[in-house]
């Protein structure tokens, strides 16, 4: 059986499917009549969730650190506490309750008596005791409680949806793809997939429905194609493609050092986008000549609560150290859309991605950027450092951003401490309304990223991650590329760059046409640079100018995808 979803990061695994899904718990009110049989199911399920907890602190301590970890000796403590296991069996031995029915029970009365406590901290025990007691359950029932982390052999997870944190967590030793329902391109825990190289389709609406766990399945990341239960000839093909596909790296490899330049000699940048200072080595081993994005909102994700501005120059320093004296572009906090944070609590919003989100959010939430923004202008004295803000929409927004960072400035020089006087500031240009007005704009930032991943959606109203208005991810349409010529010549004309850090900069048929727009900077997946070196190494310029400006005046994205593979078999 073959199910078609969206290929998200390119590569091919074959391997057995773990399904990734909530537990369907139902807790019988059925009486028992062996005691002693019962005690011994009680026992051994909290043997066994003791077990688990165990490994997943020490998966926690390694992947983490030891304060996270401890989260999880507070879980082992709780399943092991003697007065809940004396309630538990008083009920099982006097009203023949159930062991599951009797660990819900007990489980929920100390979860309530946390919750009424006046201490927020005991108050938010209440959660751990029932985090626990399902794990305890679900091993009383003889259900797999589906925990990423304990993922211990080769594994396709398969699910319905994954979170950036989910992503964030899986073992790429263990997890050697992933297949989703829903999700798009552009969704994040695609282009996480992208950037920890991990093979993944997503869209695919129902593979939830049609696998088992078990299930042998192939995973075509390139062209979306799922085969379930192959046969040993889909095997074979699948394996030759994945040889050619190794073979293709290998002499996109050889690129690693060499300059990025068109047959005609233009030179342009290829930089990465990275979502933590762990990217860096990926950053490096792929040739990257900086870092165009670095999404900062996952330095919040993973954590329990806001970081501290100590914390945040640490990852910030990092990163600018590593990569000597590359530009290394660090947006602000773009939370928001897909992207939340359990400690922030914000309004339900009908529409999230038109929502008070990023930028918007940072304006009201002053006490937060300014946190930021000192760890950021700390920071700057290691690097060259670039910031940038995302989701801006008018000037006056832009205008109160450069003003809030003035202010830290003037705080940390009283303070006595330092940073560079060399730092660029520069905005996303995602909305179309600052496409628009790129000419104004240009006159106040030192450079612009164009994010098509939302450019798109709001130039075609098209929810990112609704895959039903997929279609509508239309990064050839002439509408669109004309909105990027114009933000392109605007910026040269005030003598400022232009870059891209959407998914489009790292899309074989797109960035011809942009590098003959005139873009400067292409920022995408680390795995994708050494392919875009290889395929500029091979067009000429002049020729991509000529191609891009007759992009420009088709009526269709079909028509320019045509156009532009026709011209580039020419070219090659
Ligand atoms: C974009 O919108 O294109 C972008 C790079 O930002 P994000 O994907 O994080 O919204
Ligand atoms: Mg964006």
Redesign the pocket.
Known sequence: MIIKGIGASDGIAINKVFKLEPVNIVISEDKITDITNEITKLNNAIKTSVEELQVIRDKTALKLDEEHAMIFDAHIQIATDPEIARQVEDMIKSDKMNSAQAFSVVSEMFAQMFENMDNDYMKERAVDVRDVSLRVIAHILGKKLNDPTLIDEEVIVVANDLTPSDTAQLDRKFVKGFITNIGGR?S?SA?MARSLEIPAIVGTKNILENVNDGDFVILDGETGTVVINPSNKDIVEYKKKNTEHQQQKALWAKYIDKPSITTDNKVVELAA?IGSPDDIESVINNGGEGVG?Y?TEFLYMNNDNFPTEDEQYVAYKMVLESLKNSKVVIRTL?IG?DKHLDYLKMDEELNPFLGHRALRLCLERTDLFKTQLRALLRSSIYGNLHIMF?MVALLTELRTAKTILEECKIELKNEGIKYSDDIKVGI?V?IPAVAILADQFAKEVDFFSI?????IQYTFAADRMNQKVSYLYQPYNPSLLRLIKLVIDASHKEGIWTGM???MAGDQIAAPILLGLGLDEFSMSASSILQTRYLFSKLSFTKMEAMAKKCLTFGTHEEVKEYVKKTLKGEK
């Not at 994010?451 to 450019?455: A, E, K, Q, R």
């Open positions: 552009t994040h282009i986008n994005l999404r773009d859309g995302p996303m995602e994010g098509t991943n939302d450019l850090c959407g998914e």
